[in-house]
T-cell receptor
Framework: NAGVTQTPKFRVLKTGQSMTLLCAQDMNHEYMYWYRQDPGMGLRLIHYSVGEGTTAKGEVPDGYNVSRLKKQNFLLGLESAAPSQTSVYFC???????????????FGAGSRLTVL | GDSVTQMEGPVTLSEEAFLTINCTYTATGYPSLFWYVQYPGEGLQLLLKATKADDKGSNKGFEATYRKETTSFHLEKGSVQVSDSAVYFCALSDQGYSTLTFGKGTMLLVSP
């Protein structure tokens, strides 16, 4: 029962470099999300996906791209990293809510990214 | 738009003290409300939830009641333990939407 797995767990980049964070879930969840967590800011939604082949922008999408080619995977890309993207990134997944509207997220353990 | 406001931390308590963490929300519809907990070095995990007015969510001794008249969902525990030290996030999911809106989190520190 792996749940949501994020790789890598830690990464240091130089300004202008590119990288991809990988999220994999084994719960057959339809919805997947990428959040960033910064001190004093809580969690902010970057992008999300409501199904294979679909993506949508969240609150802070600039500087990031995503892809959902397979249902179980959700990739977050940084094309040209900036120091402002230094953060802890969390992936999450969920099933659609029931008729009551509940939407419970399962989170990964996080990926700490530092951009110098 | 939707928003969640939590009391700022850190909240520092001695073991066995009573805990309250305040949470109020603004939403256009009839949201579901959640408390998530983040232990050091880990991702968030669901603590409890409530999906309609006057519902009470409970888990591990924690409780929160969905108060529509005051747009609040305060988290309470009668007797905290050192192991409850963590960051607590209040969140909402508006009906028909697929995303959660989180508060900024409240750190709880419990000393022996």
């Amino acid at each position: 029962n792996a749940g949501v797995t994020q790789t890598p767990k830690f990464r240091v980049l130089k300004t202008g470099q590119s990288m991809t964070l990988l999220c994999a879930q084994d719960m057959n969840h339809e919805y997947m999300y990428w959040y960033r967590q910064d001190p004093g800011m809580g969690l902010r939604l970057i992008h999300y996906s409501v199904g294979e082949g679909t993506t949508a922008k969240g609150e802070v999408p600039d500087g990031y791209n995503v892809s959902r080619l397979k249902k179980q995977n959700f990739l977050l890309g940084l094309e040209s990293a900036a120091p402002s993207q230094t953060s802890v990134y969390f992936c999450a997944s969920s099933t659609p809510g029931s008729s009551s509207g509940a939407n419970v997220l399962t989170f990964g353990a996080g990926s700490r990214l530092t951009v110098l | 738009g939707d928003s969640v406001t939590q009391m700022e931390g850190p909240v520092t308590l001695s073991e066995e003290a009573f805990l309250t963490i305040n949470c109020t929300y603004t939403a256009t519809g009839y949201p579901s409300l959640f408390w998530y907990v983040q232990y050091p070095g880990e991702g968030l995990q669901l603590l409890l939830k409530a999906t309609k007015a006057d519902d009470k969510g409970s888990n591990k001794g924690f409780e929160a009641t969905y108060r529509k008249e005051t747009t609040s969902f305060h988290l309470e525990k009668g007797s905290v333990q050192v192991s409850d030290s963590a960051v607590y996030f209040c969140a909402l999911s508006d009906q028909g939407y697929s995303t959660l809106t989180f508060g900024k989190g409240t750190m709880l520190l419990v000393s022996p």
